[in-house]
């Protein structure tokens, strides 16, 4: 961006993708009422005053000390950069603009203090997630034009008094949420807050209970008193704060033990998860989006009145004591749900075929219950399902054959690990996880972050061998896991087309055969686990060739021989990935290979041929030294005594190999 901009006094350069150094010697910011630049990657520092020869006061660069910028923006109403890199302190000159009204620095990398403004003209003031520190200055509370302020997500620290905010008449949103403060919330009705408040934020606040100054707030629209030390009940009054336009409550991550009954009224966003909540589960009103009640110590069962929640998105009642069966009509008007979280409890029965009518679900999770019956085929028509996760429950039988043309095209997450699934590993559905190929992203991106918010798309999965919580669930985040069941039958190989997975965990059944080469496709793997089951051969060469980003490997407990692969990730694995496998020889392992094991080949191709057909040529010319003849003579000897013992133990071990067969035919015919 260059030229003498010299004219124009409101410009507008928001949401484009200019970086580098603002060009402020180009904006003329003598005339300039109206500057944004939002939504860029500008970075630096803003301009620092400095005086000329003639003791005038002008803007310097601030990494040029003697490059002059131009005059003080002293016309300037409107200063917008939210979002980009900029970083150093806020100048002096900024609190020293007459007629500065709006400001909006929210979204940077500023460090420092936050100092005194020497004007009342403020009406709206954004310096929230930069890293300022130290106190919220006293001028604040004398901008009585005030209409907003957010100063969240920074390190701001002291004690602050909501009385402070009485003065504000003007005063619609305040956001303090996720610093270092303490609001003193003494019940004191000597003060109240500014009728005129919608937008009240004060979560992380070390808040010990709920102001009572809340009262006087009759049209509040939303309250966020999250992550705090609020404790005891609920108390009545709260209901009545806003009670006619109070649309959004989160009341979460507190200590409070009881909650009465939620009166029918406006709310839509009811959070209430992660406190010690007693009692049955309370319903909310009929025109909840979003109610979250997760985390607390509810028993009961889930009363049908929940299959009346007809624009209910995102339903969370996962880790409580839950019982009994889910209501068998849930869903049925539910035709809006996206995100159903029931896992942690002691739910019993089948999962309920009506939300099948859930054309929106993306995310199912009933593990950690009592649930039983076959698995849900019908799940495979939910267009839109990409995370489901059964696992830990008492379900049991075959993954029949799909029922539909293409199943499960968008599932980035499948877990249905620690049940009492049986028969052979599902490849139709393999064949359509479409979401789990080539999937790629521009930026980070999490699930709900465009709609009710990413915190609300969380999600317990196995990583690394532990149960952990994504807060967020990052849509790059693919993993299957169908450990401890009982399948049986070979790993498919049209798993290796599943080349954005990150996990993979087949471990803990009855499976057999060879360990496809083609999982070596799986270029972005970070864990597989294979263990406890009844593989056989060797360890394929591709896996130690290909997969650079393995970060555990687990195959301990299986049948495997052979060398173990050199090079790359394999070189960091210690021997407990290959143990239980009295095949298996070489790094890390302490038994050595002997020569001729070293020969194998390790791993064979895609379609099984064990050996590749090779004769082994180092037996060959054993016998230079007394005769050619005798040499070949035991290299087809050795070739044949292998080629047998592979073939018997494909046909009696667990597995055919009919190619290999034939191809040890039309070698033999041929010599």
Not at 45 to 51: A, E, H, K, T, V
Not at 227 to 256: E, F, T
Not at 329 to 336: A, E
Request: aromatic share 10%; net charge neutral.
């Amino acid at each position: 961006m260059r030229g003498n901009i010299t004219q124009i006094t409101s410009l507008d350069l928001s949401s484009n993708s200019f970086g580098g150094q603002i060009p402020w010697d180009s904006l003329n910011p003598e005339k300039q009422t109206f500057l944004d630049l939002s939504y860029n990657n500008f970075e630096g520092q803003l301009p620092q005053i400095c005086s000329n020869s003639t003791r005038k006061t002008f803007l310097c660069d601030s990494s040029e000390s003697d490059k002059l910028v131009g005059p003080l923006p002293l016309n300037l109403k409107s200063l917008s950069l939210y979002g980009n890199l900029l970083n150093g302190t806020l100048p002096a000159w900024l609190y020293s603009l007459p007629s500065l009204q709006d400001l909006y620095l929210s979204h940077n990398q500023f460090t420092g203090h936050i100092c005194e403004f020497q004007y009342n003209a403020l009406e709206t003031l954004g310096l929230s997630s930069n890293k300022l520190e130290g106190h919220i200055p006293r001028s604040i509370f004398q901008q009585v034009n005030l209409r907003w302020i957010d100063l969240s997500s920074n390190n701001l620290s002291g004690v602050i008094h909501l009385e402070q905010f009485s003065r504000l008449k003007k005063l619609k949103s305040l956001s303090l949420s996720f610093n270092s403060l303490s609001v003193d919330s003494v019940n004191s009705i000597t003060y109240v807050l500014p009728n005129t408040l919608r937008y009240l934020q004060l979560s992380s606040c070390n808040i010990t209970g709920f102001p009572y100054s809340l009262r006087s707030l009759k049209n509040l629209r939303y309250l966020d008193l999250s992550n705090n030390r609020i404790d005891g009940s609920v108390p009545q009054w709260l209901w009545n704060v806003g009670k006619d336009s109070l649309w959004n409550l989160n009341i979460s991550h507190n200590l409070l033990t009881h909650i009465g009954k939620i009166p029918s009224k406006s709310l839509e966003y009811i959070s209430l998860c992660s406190n010690k909540l007693q009692g049955h589960l309370p319903i909310p009103p009929p025109s909840t989006s979003l109610f979250s009640i997760s985390n607390n110590q509810l028993v009961g069962v889930i009363s049908s009145f929940f299959c009346n929640l007809t624009w209910i998105e995102v339903l969370d009642l996962s880790n409580n004591s839950l019982s009994g069966n889910i209501p068998p009509c849930f869903g049925k008007g539910s035709y809006w749900l996206r995100n159903l979280k029931l896992n942690g409890n002691q739910l019993e029965g089948p999962l309920p075929q009506s939300l099948v009518n859930c054309e929106l679900l993306e995310i199912l999770d009933v593990g950690n219950n009592k649930l039983n019956g076959s698995f849900p085929h019908w799940l495979e028509s939910l267009p839109e399902l990409q995370v489901l996760i059964l696992r830990s429950n008492r379900l049991f039988g075959p993954l029949s054959n799909p029922k539909v043309r293409f199943p499960f095209q968008k599932l980035r997450i499948m877990d249905i690990s620690n049940n009492n699934f049986t028969g052979t590993l599902p490849t139709k559905y393999f064949e359509n996880f479409v979401a789990m190929i080539d999937a790629h992203s521009e930026r980070l991106e999490y699930m709900g972050e465009r709609d009710v918010g990413e915190s609300y798309y969380s999600v317990t999965v196995v990583i690394k061998g532990f149960d952990r919580e994504l807060v967020k669930i990052q849509k790059l985040f693919i993993t299957i896991d169908f450990s401890s069941n009982s399948f049986t039958g070979e790993i498919p190989i049209v798993i290796g087309k599943l080349n954005s997975l990150k996990d993979l965990h087949f471990s803990h059944n009855k499976l057999s055969g060879l360990i496809p080469p083609s999982l070596g496709n799986l270029s972005n793997l970070e864990w597989l686990d294979l263990s406890s089951n009844e593989l056989f051969g060797n360890i394929p060469l591709q896996l130690a060739a290909e997969l650079y980003q393995l970060q555990i490997l687990n195959l301990s407990d299986n049948k495997l021989e052979g060398p173990i692969p050199r090079g790359r990730q394999f070189e960091t694995f210690n021997n407990d990935s290959y143990s239980e496998n009295v095949g298996l020889c070489g790094f890390p392992l302490s038994k050595s290979c002997s020569n001729d094991g070293a020969q194998h080949d390790q791993g064979g191709d895609d379609d099984g041929d064990h050996n590749n057909g090779m004769i082994d040529w180092k037996v060959v010319m054993m016998g230079y030294g007394s005769g050619m003849v005798i040499g070949i003579s035991i290299g087809l000897l050795v070739l044949f005594s292998r080629s047998f013992n592979y073939w018997f133990h494909k046909r009696f071990g667990g597995g055919r190999c009919r190619k290999t067969s034939a191809r040890l035919r039309r070698r033999r015919r041929s010599n």
